[in-house]
């Protein structure tokens, strides 16, 4: 296999949502959990779980949950309608390969789930008086910067993958039915589940990523003055 170079893996790791059934050896599944391993979180804490799920009955039934919290997703989705900076083509590709996963999620033939246990808040008693005065605010700061610990070991497993020439997206409808996920799973209580991201061969292309151009963007300096490059 040729290597890409890091950036020709971030321009072409679209969301591929249409893959194959046929196997991923395990040991390319273990590269891809030893790239999200390398990612960074708060602190180094390291607060996270991969569950890798191959098992076929498994795979069916997270399927068919992820098939219903879709439907609950569709209102909210028809709500919000198309975003002003995607064309009608461009929108309405996300939504039919969107709504294909709806259908074909349990078909992937992993399904990785990247899992957060979030640490405990410091212990009210143990902190200063200046530090108990706020403490609501460092609950709410620790609460706002709670993804920001799994989210780049996400996005280590999108480029990996791609690295790899396997398809993947992360997802996040499945949180509307979680409780489901985790029963089936055995996941314990305190661990939330944070995507759930079919992994397999993909049936289409790679990229490349369309976004919105860097000038509507990028500042330099101050809040509304354009970045000076592309
Ligand atoms: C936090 C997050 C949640 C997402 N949830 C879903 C989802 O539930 N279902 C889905 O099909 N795609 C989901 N996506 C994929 C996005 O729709 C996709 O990344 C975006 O449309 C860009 O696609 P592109 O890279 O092919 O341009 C999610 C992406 C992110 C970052």
Redesign the pocket.
Known sequence: MTELSVFEAIHT???M?RLKPDPVPDALITQVLDAAIRAPSAGNAQSWFFLAVRDAALRAELGRIYRKA?DI?AASYAARGKPAHLTEAQFAR?MS??QY?WEHMGDAPVLLLPCLRPPPPPPYDSLPPAMQARYQDELDYMRRIRGASIYPAMQNIVLACRALGLGT??????LRCEAEVKALLGIPGDVETC?LMPVGWPVGTFGP???KPLAEVAFADRWGAGWPGR
């Open positions: 790791a679209r969301a949502r879709s997703a996300m390969a969107g996963l997206v992360p997802t996040t409808n499945h995507a990523v369309a976004r």
